[in-house]
């Protein structure tokens, strides 16, 4: 299998690890019902990306389920967060909302489905740091834009839609300043049930 995922390595980098270019998310590590629902949402259009759909579109389930066991397995260390984009007010706006969410509009908790260290939960909920906060905002816009969609009902295009702009730059940024606790593996079961429900979770 690692010699087979040489392919993968010119974006994500090294066995998953993302590159420090913008955009590629890492993959290393990630909990595998994660991957392997995205490889399946590249495969079938739920999700677009030129290169990703190229590459996984004859490949089946099962290949798919090994190649999202493989990674989620490689434990590598995570490069430390990327410079502070946005000033003082921006980042605290982002903490609120990834801490609190804002209940006056319906927004919950980014933490509350993420885990409260926001390094995800088994086997399917991903963690949000270590991202590049381009990614992080591209992706919330992809939900916006139905561009990205997960099994229904989509908890996430739902949050996404209950989001403003300057929501998603002040999650993005401060999210993305964060370092990643030691490991950053995802917790073992959620703390507390969702505040909605995801179609993408068992
Ligand atoms: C040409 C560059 C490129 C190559 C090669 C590539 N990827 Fe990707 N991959 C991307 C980009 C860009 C994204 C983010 C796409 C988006 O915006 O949704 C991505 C996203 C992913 C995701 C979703 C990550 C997440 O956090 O949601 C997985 C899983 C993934 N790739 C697996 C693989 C595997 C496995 C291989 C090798 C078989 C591979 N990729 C090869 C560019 C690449
Ligand atoms: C009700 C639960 C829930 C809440 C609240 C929630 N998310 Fe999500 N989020 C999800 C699920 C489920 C997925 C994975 C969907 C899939 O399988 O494609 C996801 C995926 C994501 C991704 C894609 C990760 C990647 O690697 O591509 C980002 C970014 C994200 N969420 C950001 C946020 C932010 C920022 C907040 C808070 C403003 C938030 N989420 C709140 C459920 C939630």
Redesign the pocket.
Known sequence: MARRMQACIPCHGREGRATAEGYF?RIAG?PAG?LF??LV?FRDGR?VNAAMGYLVQHLSDDYLREIAEWFSRQELPYPPPAAVRGDAALLARGER??RE?DPARR????A???GEALTGVQP???G?LG?PPD??AA??GAWRSKQ?R??GPD??A??ALR?TGE??AA??AW?SAQPVPSGGRAAAVPAAP???R?G??P
Request: charged residues 10%.
């Open positions: 998310p990630k994660y629902n995205q949402h999700r909302l990834v969410g927004l919950p908790a980014c509350a489905c993420h399917a909920m991903p949000l991202l990614y992080i992706q919330i990205r997960a099994a908890c996430m739902e949050v989001m929501d998603v999650a993005a999210l969702l505040p909605l995801c993408s979770l």
